[in-house]
């Protein structure tokens, strides 16, 4: 194989070695902005609690008379509550899955079931950050041999694909 293809195949290895590693940080961001809005929620849903406690009704209650309103601005926030409250649950849900979960398991678990809400505001916000964790490592060897070896065993496909016609016509010649 050519050297310049060895080298061009090593420096796409890095460069995939260096992507792959991110997955792992990546992670670990959605998971600092999972708890942040999980702690903003329940602020959100404690004050609600309180308000409804003070009126005598319980959360339920206290949404269903909301939901219930003919005003059109009271019941859509009674929905607002509601949602809100059901989308906490889900969140804390996911967050414990996902600490009880094995490191690469929660790459895969963010991929999976992660709140699109949450991933974007990540994936806008993203910093890339050198990997020092032994999941980082490992992700980084893992893309870099990914990338490193499929492309070397392209171009390995590729050149003798390459050669057998010129080898028949040499047979074809003599």
């Known amino acids: ?61 206290a949404i269903a008379r909301l939901r219930s309103n003919t005003d059109s601005f009271v019941s859509r926030q009674g929905a607002a509550m509601q949602a809100n409250a059901e989308r906490l649950g889900r969140l804390e849900t996911h967050r414990d899955t996902m600490v009880q979960a094995g490191s690469f398991a929660r790459v895969a678990l963010m991929v999976r079931d992660g709140d699109r809400d949450v991933m974007e505001a990540v994936y806008r916000d993203f910093e890339p950050a050198l990997p020092v964790t032994e999941e980082g490592f490992l992700s980084a060897a893992i893309g870099f041999v990914a990338v490193w070896g499929g492309l070397l065993l392209l171009t390995s496909f590729i050149r003798s694909l390459w050669r057998r016609p010129h080898s028949r016509r040499a047979a074809a010649q003599a």
């Open 1 to 61: 194989m050519p050297r310049i293809m060895r080298i061009v195949a090593f420096g796409l290895g890095l460069l995939g070695g260096v992507t792959a590693s991110q997955g792992p940080e990546f992670a670990q961001q959605y998971r600092q902005r999972l708890g942040g809005a999980i702690d903003e929620l329940r602020q959100v849903i404690q004050r609600f609690d309180t308000d409804a406690q003070a009126s005598g009704e319980t959360r339920e209650s």
